[in-house]
């Protein structure tokens, strides 16, 4: 007999991202030239010190299950972190932390445990694709609100208030954002905050581009809220260290929401690799070694970003100015998924197309590549417009 979906995914789509890196590795390994600025994730290697931290947990027996939640030291080192910038009466405690595979998978818990059937969750769009597929994995219904191209295609809390109905039970928020580079300044931030509390809808903050910002410090949501009642802030090491493929990252939640999350992580995959907390560890508590690691990068990144941002402005095409993230967001005027398609096939430079994030006339180009492939590729998207 033929395969039949469960109707748990009978509407879910492959993410979109990770389909284009997919294709491009495959033009590649047929002998193709192809120059990948789809991919989401940073090309510098994990810095030194934190490799080996890895390598001493390995020796030191860190080969083994820990607790589901995460170890302590690395809860300890992320509650530290998170209350440099909390001023609450509570602070934030090792049992309010969920260390999990990657941040994708803390995003997916938080989702999980708070939404169901009929809720109504709202998206700021573009938004990460994942957001839309998870919240819907959980039975809720995402609720795409778009944002002016004046803003840089961010949303006000005018505009949640508007899309808002009495299902509505969350926001999600993400800044720096993926795919525009667009970041929240701290006055919308707070105004959206304050209308959550007003409405009593949970807010689910993505921070994970927060340490990649340019023009200046992107904010937390942590720094804007005196409690966290209804506020969980997912993060993690992929983007600001390097380490994707480590697979670690968090949420941040009341005490009552980590222990649903914990619980549903007990029942699926339990604690991410033990070597990887430890080199987490490592990451959020040797500071000198960590800033250094993360500016020279963010130097790089603006180099990059300046250097596309001049091809584009001579050319008069129009985008999003990225303030963080590694993102260009660029509008083609028409179809973005078919200009992806053309863009690869004729000129091999992979781009992620805009319908992936629910605005199909943008394409998005991420400059996590050496500056020379950036350049080229965005003076071959030029092209072909």
Known sequence: MPFTPSPNIAQLKESATIAVSARARALKAAGRQVIDLGAGEPDFDTPAFIRQAAQRAIEAGATRYTATEGILPLREAIAAHANAVYRGSDPVRPADIVVSTGSKQSLFNACFVLFGADDEVLVPTPGWTSYYEMVALAKAVPVPVFGARSRGLKVTAAELAAAATPRTRGVMLNSPCNPTGAVYSAE????????????????????????????????????????????????????????TGWRIGWAIAPRAVAAAMTALQSHTTSNPAAVSQHAAVAALTDTPAAQAAITEM???????????????????????????????????????????????????????????????????????????????GVQRLVAAL
Do not use: C
């Open 188 to 243: 919308e931030l707070r105004d959206i905050l304050a209308l959550a509390a007003d409405r009593g809808w949970w807010v689910i903050s993505d921070e994970i581009y927060l340490h990649i910002a340019y023009d200046a410090p992107a904010t937390s949501v942590l720094s804007l809220v005196q409690d966290r009642e209804r506020l969980i802030v997912i993060n993690g090491v992929a983007k600001s260290y390097a380490m």
């Open 298 to 376: 963010v130097r790089q990144f603006k180099m990059r970003r300046d250097a596309a941002m001049t091809v584009l402005d001579a050319a008069g095409v129009q985008y999003v100015r990225p303030e963080g993230a590694f993102y260009l967001y660029i509008n083609v005027g028409g179809d973005g998924a078919a200009f992806a398609t053309r863009l690869l096939d004729s000129a091999g430079i992979a781009v992620v197309p805009g319908s992936a994030f629910l605005t199909p006339e943008w394409v998005r180009v991420s400059y996590a590549a050496p500056i020379e492939h950036v350049v080229e």
